[in-house]
């Protein structure tokens, strides 16, 4: 199925059938997570430690 197709019957779905409130503030707190981790590396504060290193020379390619 078409990823878009599928956005759109799910927007649907949440028309007809809203998420209780619980649900909204688990989706809200995992988006900002998301976000901070994302600000947190473009500004450059990601530890090199928790980095993995560039993939080079890989046997089989990533499909």
Do not use: N, Q
């Not at 990823?3 to 688990?26: D, E, G, I, T």
């Amino acid at each position: 199925m078409d990823h878009f197709l599928r956005l759109l019957l799910r927007m649907a779905y949440w028309v007809h059938h809203p998420p209780s409130k619980r649900m909204l503030a688990v989706i809200a707190a995992a988006v900002v997570f998301s976000l901070a981790i994302f600000a947190i590396e473009w500004l450059g504060y990601w530890p090199d430690a928790l980095s993995l290193p560039p993939r080079t020379g890989l046997r089989y390619p990533i499909r």
